[in-house]
T-cell receptor, first 111, second 114 residues
Framework: GQQLNQSPQSMFIQEGEDVSMNCTSSSIFNTWLWYKQDPGEGPVLLIALYKAGELTSNGRLTAQFGITRKDSFLNISASIPSDVGIYFCAGQLEGTYKYIFGTGTRLKVLA | NAGVMQNPRHLVRRRGQEARLRCSPMKGHSHVYWYRQLPEEGLKFMVYLQKENIIDESGMPKERFSAEFPKEGPSILRIQQVVRGDSAAYFC????????????FGPGTRLTVT
């Protein structure tokens, strides 16, 4: 079945550092969504990307839709302790309404 | 504007019982997705519904699972004759008609089968 490879699986970083994570697949996607999930809660939408090559920012977060439509990355600049959590990418498969989620990147920020 | 609401938040069922999970989408949203999440894993797509219509149920197990989104009332995910392997967090997400590709998630229902 379709799969989204998300990396890294986990990261420990110092407060103030920049963070980068990405998702890749062999499948083509129409839309990419990036989410943050806190323990015991539902995912919260951070950024939505609709076109290949699109670069979108939301505060300290920046995400890009890869040119090949098979990948996306998320950057967090100047991380702060409240950035801790699990970040998921989700890609909408071409020709379907179905979203495939990545396995998540667990971010821990050391003050 | 209230967010996506799910109830119950926690549900305990014995093997063989039925589980009913409810999802009320955000006001003005007419599309609902259901996902399942096991601990330490990502979300797995189950089904996509419009009111009174199942659009894509390719992620739903063929047996024991069903979903509906009636004209009035919440969307329901129904699991009959639950087994231990059904224990998971079940999330629904809703999206507006004009931005169908943005999904907003509820807090989830954590199902435990004993």
């Amino acid at each position: 079945g379709q799969q989204l490879n998300q990396s890294p699986q986990s990261m420990f970083i110092q407060e103030g550092e920049d963070v980068s994570m990405n998702c890749t697949s062999s499948s083509i996607f129409n839309t990419w969504l990036w989410y943050k999930q806190d323990p015991g809660e539902g995912p919260v939408l951070l950024i939505a990307l609709y076109k290949a090559g699109e670069l979108t920012s939301n505060g300290r977060l920046t995400a890009q839709f890869g040119i090949t439509r098979k990948d996306s990355f998320l950057n967090i600049s100047a991380s702060i302790p409240s950035d801790v959590g699990i970040y998921f990418c989700a890609g909408q498969l071409e020709g379907t309404y179905k979203y495939i989620f990545g396995t998540g990147t667990r971010l821990k920020v050391l003050a | 504007n209230a967010g996506v609401m799910q109830n119950p938040r926690h549900l305990v069922r014995r093997r063989g019982q039925e589980a009913r999970l409810r999802c009320s989408p955000m006001k003005g949203h007419s599309h609902v997705y259901w996902y399942r999440q096991l601990p330490e894993e990502g979300l797995k797509f189950m089904v996509y519904l419009q009111k009174e219509n199942i659009i894509d149920e390719s992620g739903m197990p063929k047996e024991r699972f069903s979903a509906e989104f009636p004209k009035e009332g919440p969307s329901i995910l129904r699991i009959q004759q639950v087994v231990r392997g059904d224990s998971a967090a079940y999330f629904c997400a809703s999206s507006p008609l004009d931005r169908r590709y943005e999904q907003y998630f509820g807090p989830g229902t954590r199902l435990t089968v004993t």
